[in-house]
T-cell receptor, first 116, second 113 residues
Framework: GAGVSQSPSNKVTEKGKDVELRCDPISGHTALYWYRQSLGQGLEFLIYFQGNSAPDKSGLPSDRFSAERTGGSVSTLTIQRTQQEDSAVYLC??????????????FGEGSWLTVV | AQSVSQHNHHVILSEAASLELGCNYSYGGTVNLFWYVQYPGQHLQLLLKYFSGDPLVKGIKGFEAEFIKSKFSFNLRKPSVQWSDTAEYFCAVTRTGFQKLVFGTGTRLLVSP
């Protein structure tokens, strides 16, 4: 696609429910990233995919958070048993990728999650 | 751990004033440096980047940044700001050869007309 596409753009969920956030990267981009932006905070790295594998998932805050990527394209970030502190904007980004390379990273518009 | 510091959290300027936003990073190895901008209601966009070569980098919309290795700094500058520059600016760093981009906490710039 022309840009990184994320859905839903807004999600309100009850505490304790599970949520899934979807990311469709730019066509041809092999690297995919998830970040979290909380109110008043910077961007917090969550996980990085190269193809379907995740060489760096050091930023996932707890075992309630998981992510997968299939077909080297679409990725899903799942948050189980949501808590109020999970409320944030979840940003997906992609780049051309390739092991050891450094490219410009392009961001989607984010999924705004509110846990009530 | 690698970290990025942006010292100015909020900056208010009048149009035509000059801008300099500070960015310092902690990693001592070879790095790649970025400035991203987020306009109100929009997604993050790349403003400029430094990978190697000339340490003075020019980006879009008249912005530039200078990489000073000895000071671990990558400050963003613009000689004359416009009202449309009102946005949040993020400095980011990655180690050469690694994909993880580490961001600063951002600087909110408000330009009054």
């Amino acid at each position: 696609g022309a840009g990184v596409s994320q859905s839903p753009s807004n999600k309100v969920t009850e505490k304790g429910k599970d949520v899934e956030l979807r990311c469709d990267p730019i066509s041809g981009h092999t690297a995919l990233y998830w970040y979290r932006q909380s109110l008043g905070q910077g961007l917090e790295f969550l996980i990085y995919f190269q193809g379907n594998s995740a060489p760096d998932k050091s930023g996932l805050p707890s075992d309630r958070f998981s992510a997968e990527r299939t077909g080297g394209s679409v990725s899903t970030l799942t948050i189980q048993r949501t808590q109020q502190e999970d409320s944030a904007v979840y940003l997906c980004a992609s780049s051309l990728g390739g092991q050891g390379s450094v490219d410009t990273i392009y961001f989607g518009e984010g999924s705004w999650l509110t846990v009530v | 751990a690698q970290s990025v510091s942006q010292h100015n959290h909020h900056v208010i300027l009048s149009e035509a004033a000059s801008l300099e936003l500070g960015c310092n990073y902690s990693y001592g190895g070879t790095v790649n440096l970025f400035w991203y901008v987020q306009y109100p209601g929009q997604h993050l966009q790349l403003l400029l980047k430094y990978f190697s070569g000339d340490p003075l980098v020019k980006g879009i919309k008249g912005f530039e940044a200078e990489f000073i290795k000895s000071k671990f700094s990558f400050n963003l500058r613009k000689p004359s700001v416009q009202w449309s520059d009102t946005a949040e600016y993020f400095c980011a760093v990655t180690r050469t050869g690694f994909q993880k981009l580490v961001f600063g906490t951002g600087t909110r710039l408000l330009v009054s007309p």
